[in-house]
Structure formats: structure tokens, C-alpha cells
């Protein structure tokens, strides 16, 4: 295996092209900048397409046509950019079309926007969280594949490290199943057939081939995604099976995070991390069950507190969690604030981790 | 004096009348459309269906239809479809058509749908060379909302968000969007016709044929505005729809081509 010394976003490119991703459009905004230009640099020569759109609105249905087309495409952005994108990746959800979409954001913000949308309807997002770039480059392939498997827009919740940092890297094509052909696809033959398609998030259908309509559509959506829910969950644990203290994070906080766990294992202290991997769905049952015997569980977030809901939501005791996180960016707010810094993150564990652990009324 | 050697046999039948009549429903149509009595977006549409048959391109047409009364019609209409948000056609159609280059890519919009909400997708399609034939069907009023003010509602027309008429204080002024496409580099053929007289309903066919073409050749994003009636949302007797487009909308928006590969030739 060959390492290759390459920047994220080329990494990640890479790996889009190792995908068959054939489509790219995506509008300037730092830092998921690299990642258009990689794009732009690389698409050419591969065989495809990657437009420099003029807004994030653009962009997005720009991919979606070429979904809606039969090709595997992705957008991308960050924070406003990805606001934007919102009503197209609820559309994408609601008439069922893959749509892969690279957050790469500034902080950790956008943990809402990823998990909850901004669109409307009853649709969730796949949300993918590398805690480093060569798990990006795995994550980037299966986002592919879990969008056309489930006909869904998904997400990959990248971050500045993630879209500049240069690394050794081996893009390698995974291993995935394959996956049923796609006759839903618009390419024109169906025309003048009395069987042509339509792709609608109302989905009555033609004349020859009604489709269930608005109400059974959503409801089809919904089902899915009940589906999807308990089977996609990824996590990891690290020390995770005997600690005392859990820490729970993810993305590149979940990195730094690692880091100064096995510091202080090193050291003797009991202390464990759980990663969700799958930001939705939330691995909430793996995470009640590594919650049962810790004294207590740290979240440690970029931001004023998101991700928390849902682990109070899983945690078999919801009065043994604090929040060591916090909204932290540089002083350009495009990038990490100083809260990201093993030393920070390894005082904010042991202050928690010293204390005696409060042990709620009632929890022998 | 010339004599007329022309006799009338009447022992046999006379032949049987002509079967060219515009009654015989055009095979892409698999049904009747549900717009409402004087409307004339299906006029507008069946000439786009019978124009996609004149040519040939019936089993590589894709069409990408944004929000408006029209979308109803897209149920028997015997084409692949991808209808869209409100605007985003020119954007969706650019990405099927780039991946499709071999395909006929074509978006419907009406004026609330291209002009308001879509206004720059249209343009930065057109901006771009996009390889795509945009319809516009402008009534100058949202139809499927009940008759509200679009961007191209002409100044006096009165809607149930302009109940005096529209006036440029209050409300500023209607959008010539064929002449702004027309204005841009990337766009290869743009014309407006109507379909509010048997004569403007042949010039208009003509007009579609021309901007098919033009994406057959190559030549980027050709559009063409066809003004249509709309008597719900004017709230004129249906029958009156044709005139009072004639006297209100033709005014603003002149009938012709704007731009074509000819005309730049000349």
C-alpha cells in the first residue's frame, strides 16, 4: 500500500471519484473552498462534470438534476451555504432522489442543521462524522452507496481539518455490495412510451402509472427512514467497556479526544470515549448500554451544546452528564477556537473526572 | 367568354373531409388537463408535445417542470419528468443535461415560477451557454395561487395583491425577461409569441420548433416567453381571455423572435 501526501479535500475527492461520482457543483465558501477546487481540478479528467455554480441554491439542483438523471453527484458548503441548500435536500429526501452533500464547516455549529434539517417534512439525513481524513476517505465511498440504497440525501460532516490538513493517505475503492439498477431514472427512453417517468416529492404519478400520492408517498418516506434508524447506527467506543468517566464526542473533537484518553489511561485514570460515528442516526442503544456503568458522562462538543440532546435523550442516567465543550472558533470564524487543543480538552476531563461522582437519589 | 368545363357528379359521395383538423389529440397527451375554461397553457403545452413528434426526439426528452397550474397537466403528459422547487428548473436541467448531452432537456415554468422566485437560475443559465429550451408561460399572474401579482403582472393589471392595479410606486415595474436573456452571450434563440389567436398559435409552433433546433445545433439556452390567457386570475368571462390578453399583456410584451442564429448571421 502506497501512502500518498494529500490534502483532504483531495482525499476526499479522490475518494468521490473512486465512488463513480460523475457530477460536482458547489459555490466558494471557506473552508469547503478546497473542496470545489479539487473538484474542478480532478472531475475533467475522470469523465465528468464539476460546475462552479453562483449560489449554494444553484448548486444544489444542479446535483439533484443530476441525480434525478441516473449519476451519482454530490454538492457541498458549510454553515449559511448549507442553510441554503436546505429546501433542496428536504426535496431530495421527500421525491427520493441520492443526493451526497460535503458539510465541510467551520466548527462544530451545524450539528443541528445536519441531524435536523432546515427543510420541512419527514425526513431525516445520513450524516457521516470522520474523526480524521482517512476515515473521510471511507465515509465519502459508503455515503454513495447508503444514498442510492436508500434513495436519500445524505450528509458527510466534515470540517476545516479535514478540508486542508495534508496527510499520508491510500485512497482505496471499498468493498460494497452491489446495488439494484436505477429504472427510476429520468434518460428520456420512457418518453412517448405511455409509460414515462416522473420524479415529485407529491408523487401522484401519470395517468398510466399513478403514484401513491402525497399522503402515501410521506408516509413511504417516513417508513424509511424508521428503517434506516436502528440499522445505520455507527459508533466506537475506546476504553469505553470498564470506565468510570465517559467522554462522548465526534468528528475531530472525537480526535483530540482520543488522544487524551489514552493519555490518561496511560496514567491509570478510568476513563473511556464513545464516539458517535453516525451523527443520525444517533447510536442512542449502544450508547444507553455503555452509559449503564459510568459515574459520569462528558460531552465534548464545539458548540454551546447540540449533540447533548441527544445524548440525554440515550444516557442510562441523565443526571450523571456535563457538558465540557463550547463554542470555540478563530478569531476569522472560519476555523477551530482554542478549545480544540489536547491540553484544554485533558483539563476539562480530569476537573470532571477528580470530582467525587454524584450519585442521584435512588441510583444504588 | 370562357365556359367552365367543371361538372358536379352527384351520383357518387363526395370525398371525405380533410382528417388534418386539430381535433385529433396528439399521442403524447394520454388524457384530458384539468386547467380551468379559457386557460391557455394547454394550447401552449401541446404545441411543445407536438414539436418534440415533429422532430424525433419524443424518446430522448426530458422534461423539468417547476410549480405552477401547468403541473397538473404533467400527469398525461407522456414524458419523462422531473418536476422540481419553484424556480430551480434551469438549475436541475442543467445537471441532467450535462450528464445527458445526447438528450432533449427542456423546462416549463410559468412567471411566478421563472421570474420571481427563478429569476436567477434563468439568467445564469443563460449566462452560462446552457445547451437547454426554457418555456415561459406568462399570464402575468400567480394562476395556481388565485390570480396574485407575479413580476411580469403589467402596470394597471389588477390581481388580489394589486386590487387598484398594479402601479410602479407601490409595486415597481414588470420584468422583460425575454429581452434580458436575449441580452446575454450565452443564450442562442429567444422569442415571445401568444397563443391568443389561431395565427399567434402557428407563429408560437414555429417559434418552439426554432428553439428545439437550436438545442439540437448546439447553440445554448433558448427560451421562448408565450403569453397565455388566464380569465380566473384576471377575473374576465373566459371568453374574453384572448382580447384581454391581446389589449393588456401584447403591448408590453411585443410578439417575435429577439434573437436567433439567423438574425445574428444577418
Redo the contacts between chains.
Sequence with gaps: MTLELLQGSVAITRAALAADC??F?GYPMSPFTPLLEAMSREMAGAGG?C?N???E???A???????????R?ATGSCGQGIALMQ??IA?AAL?ETPLVVFNMARNQQDYYQCTRGGGWGDYRTITLAPKDITEAVEHTQLLFHLADKYRAPVILYGDDLLSKTQVGVHVAPLDLPELPAKDWA?????????K???????A?????DPGPGPDGQWKRVAAKFAEIEPVEARHEGIHADDAETLVVAFGSAAKFAEYVVEELRGEGHRVGLFRPITLWPFPGAALARATRDVKRVLVFELNAGQMIDDVRQWAHDRDTIRFIGGVSIDEHGLAYGPLLDAPVIRERILAEHAEPAVVPAGRS | MATTDITIDTRTAPPPPSTKAASAAP??I??EHQLCPGCGEPVALRLLLET??DLGV?????G?VGHGCYGSF????????????HG?AP??????K???PE??VFTLQGDGDMVNEGL??IL?SAA?GENITCILLNNGVFGDTGGQQTATTVLGQRTKTSLEGRNPEQHGYPIPIADLVASLQGSGYVARGAVSTPGAVAKTKRMIKRAVQSQLDGHGLSLVEILTMCPTGWFVPAAEGADYQGASMEPVYPIGELKSQENERA
Design positions: 460523475r457530477f457543483a462534470v460546475i455554480a453562483e449560489s441554491i444553484e448548486g439542483n444542479m446535483a439533484l438534476g443530476a441525480s434525478a438523471a441516473g449519476f453527484s429546501e433542496t426535496e421525491n429520468l434518460d428520456g427512453s420512457a418518453s412517448g412510451t405511455g414515462s417517468r416522473q420524479v415529485w416529492t407529491f401522484m404519478g401519470k395517468k398510466n | 399521442s403524447l394520454l388524457g418534440l413528434q419524443v424518446d430522448r426528452s426530458i423539468v404533467v400527469r398525461i403528459m407522456d414524458i419523462d419528468v422531473l418536476q422540481c422547487l430551480r438549475s436541475c436541467a442543467t445537471g441532467i450535462r450528464m445527458r438528450s432533449v436567477q437560475e445564469h452560462r
